[in-house]
């Protein structure tokens, strides 16, 4: 993984951390000749990551700021097997094609699991922070027939004080993964 830090940041475009990130590209189960595409992919962290090891990238954001960090990201990492595409996903994943999606933003989530249901994904990795967005993704993915695994990671980094580390947790994230087939 490449470490936080390394990524190109711009204020208010969130990233999923390195930790997450390895959870996800994990769960993804990647192999080379696979075409992705990640619905709202914020700065780009997943991005990447997933280009790294598959054939091909469709990068999709509503957000302007999204657009222009995750492009910076893929120009500063030398990622050329992708394509970053403006826009609301539930309006383009109709004209594009790929076999596995992974889902970073849940805006018109009841749309996207329709859509990738209908264009017959089937395997599907969605991260959330909200919980309501995680039984939201789960009783969809639930509702197509997608066989779920659940998997909540609360991650805590070390913080050196006088007599040791203490650890200081950040939000969990759940990490929802939809198979079939
Ligand atoms: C938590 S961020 C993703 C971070 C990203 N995975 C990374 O590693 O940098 C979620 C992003 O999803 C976008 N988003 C949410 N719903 C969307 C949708 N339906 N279509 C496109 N983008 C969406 C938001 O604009 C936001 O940038």
Known sequence: MIPDDEFIRVEGVPITKEEIRAVSIGKLRLN???VVVDIGCGSGGMT???????????AIDVDDKAIETT????KK??????????GNAKEILND?????????GTKDIEEIIKTLNKKEIKHIVANTIVLENAIRVISLLEKYNYNVEVVNVSVS?????SIGY????????????????
């Not at 990492?77 to 595409?85: A, D, E, M, R, Y």
Request: contains cysteine; glycine residues 8%; aromatic residues 10%.
């Open 32 to 34: 080379k000749d696979d």
């Open 48 to 58: 990447v990551e997933i280009a790294k090891r598959c054939k091909f990238v469709y």
């Open 71 to 74: 492009t910076k990201n893929l």
């Open 77 to 86: 990492f030398g990622i050329k097997n992708c394509k970053v595409i403006k």
């Open 96 to 104: 594009i094609d790929f076999n596995k999606a992974f889902i970073g």
């Open 157 to 161: 980094y070390g913080k050196k004080i």
């Open 166 to 181: 203490m650890m200081m947790a950040k939000n969990p994230i759940t990490i929802i993964t939809g198979k079939k087939g």
